[in-house]
């Protein structure tokens, strides 16, 4: 391609999320020029999540951002809650690391702050701009077309989020089925700061983290969470789309009974609604992850579906999926070569990084679940706050009679080729997980 063409840079980076901007930062780092391109306002303008950062990976593209970046609070504690109808076992992990693993932060802002930074390492940013489809020349990706114009690149980086229209034009990625995404809804209440410390049982700058299961979604597959801002808290769900397909409340429906539950409502008393946001999340696995490089282009972060639903953990993925994205557009520049093959090294450095390894660890996770989601998202659940009811009650009646009562009913309600099914597939999962 000709480098006299006009508007013609290095590296062109649609996009400016975690993924796309920890690959523009690295690509400029090195010394080439970039155009990081955003179709909101600002970087994060468009942009929710939970949510939690991990430190670890963000310390990989930014090592101060302890010092600088606006970050809400460091999470000491993570609590799951598995809710029956208006009951709830809550079980707590709390650690006061020394070095935080996680902090919430609010993408407006953490986003905003990310672009600022990759500015001053040299990236272009060229915001509220839509980039409407690729330039595509002799099978190799050659630029990008926006509303005003043209822009061309010897290398493009796919960094924009879940639905990636683009990765579609050109056939790196087809439509997500139902099944491989899920619908999240998320609502933020101000708080008094001391109120969020009381009654989450934090300091000043301390955080803690809910995962909600059952609730409003028992027997869906879906889960919810709780997040502590400096001055705020976060409550919100996702649901697989699949569950809606015959089921006529909306996913709000499923947030407003959330809210409600008696195990919840507590935390988010008072509170006044700030802000209502949905979005998608890729939940494929890596059963899901499209072709991740073609001749000019690579796909990084939530456009290649690279999210850990177990855990959490997306933003740590696309920054990591960018940074080794970046790096392979910095070797591609030194030796001109911008062919699938060339470009092939980040498919090598992303499976040979964790983000790669642990999605595989995963890969059988969402097919079991939706398998035997009637066993694990409904019926154990309610066992596990049924045990807990008959545990913890004064009844008169002897403890052992209600243990066997308990035992009779477990059995009672599940038949015995059902449980046999259940611990199959668990022996299935931790086989996936741990051996193969
Ligand atoms: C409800 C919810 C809770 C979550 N909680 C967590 C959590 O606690 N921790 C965690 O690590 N992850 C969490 N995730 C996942 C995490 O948010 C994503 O994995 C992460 O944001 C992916 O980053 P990305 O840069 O790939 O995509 P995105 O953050 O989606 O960024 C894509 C960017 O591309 C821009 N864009 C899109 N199309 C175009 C276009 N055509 N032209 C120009 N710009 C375009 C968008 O405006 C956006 O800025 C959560 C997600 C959701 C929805």
Not at 156 to 182: F, M, T, W, Y
Request: proline residues 3%; charged residues 30%; negative net charge.
């Amino acid at each position: 391609m000709s480098n006299l063409r006009e508007n013609k840079t290095e590296v062109i980076v649609v996009g400016a999320g975690p993924a796309g901007i920890a690959c523009a930062i690295t690509v400029a780092r090195a010394g080439h020029k970039v155009v990081l391109i955003e179709r909101g306002r600002f970087a994060g303008s468009k942009n929710m999540f939970g949510g939690a950062i991990y430190a670890k990976p963000t310390r990989e593209i930014f090592p101060d951002f302890e010092k600088n970046a606006p970050l809400e609070r460091k999470n000491i504690e993570h609590k799951y809650a598995i809710l029956g109808e208006t009951d709830g076992t809550v079980i707590s992990y709390q650690n006061r690391h020394e070095l935080p693993v996680s902090y919430t932060v609010c993408r407006g802002k953490f986003d905003r702050w990310m672009a600022e930074e990759a500015k001053k390492e040299g990236v272009t940013l060229v915001e509220e701009t839509v980039v409407r489809e690729l330039i595509v020349e002799n099978e190799t990706v050659v630029g990008v077309k926006t509303e005003l114009e043209d822009y061309y690149a010897d290398i493009v980086v796919l960094a924009d989020g879940v639905n990636s229209l683009l990765a579609k034009q050109i056939g790196l990625r087809g439509d997500i089925e139902p099944k491989d995404v899920a619908v999240s809804v998320k609502e933020v209440y101000k708080l008094d700061k001391n109120k969020i410390n009381d009654r989450f049982l934090v300091n000043d700058d301390e955080g803690c983290i809910y995962e909600l299961f059952g609730g409003s979604m028992l027997g869906k597959l879906g889960l919810g969470f709780i997040y502590t801002n400096k001055e705020s808290v976060s409550i919100g769900l996702g649901i697989t789309l699949d569950e809606f397909e015959e089921d006529e409340t909306k996913p709000y429906e499923y947030l407003d009974k959330l809210k409600k539950h008696p195990v919840i409502a507590p935390l988010i008393k008072d509170g006044e609604l700030l802000e209502y946001s949905a979005h998608l999340i890729p939940e494929g696995g890596f059963k899901k992850i499209p072709t991740l490089c073609g001749a000019g282009v690579m796909i990084v972060g939530d456009a290649a579906m690279l999210v850990n639903n177990l855990h959490w953990e997306g933003t740590n993925l696309a920054m990591i999926s960018g940074k080794l994205a970046g790096e392979t557009a910095v070797v591609a520049l030194s030796k001109g070569d911008f062919s699938e093959n060339a470009l092939n090294r980040y498919t090598e450095e992303l499976e040979n990084s964790f983000v790669m390894k642990d999605l595989k660890t995963y890969r059988e996770l969402m097919d079991i679940i939706h398998t035997r989601k009637e066993s694990f998202l409904k019926y154990y659940l309610q066992k596990v706050n049924s045990f807990f009811e008959m545990f913890t009650s004064v009844n008169s009646v002897p403890k052992r009679t209600l243990y066997w009562n308990f035992i009779k009913n477990f059995f009672k309600d599940r038949s015995l080729k059902e449980l046999f099914k259940d611990a199959w597939a668990i022996i299935k999962l931790l086989w996936s997980i741990m051996i193969k």
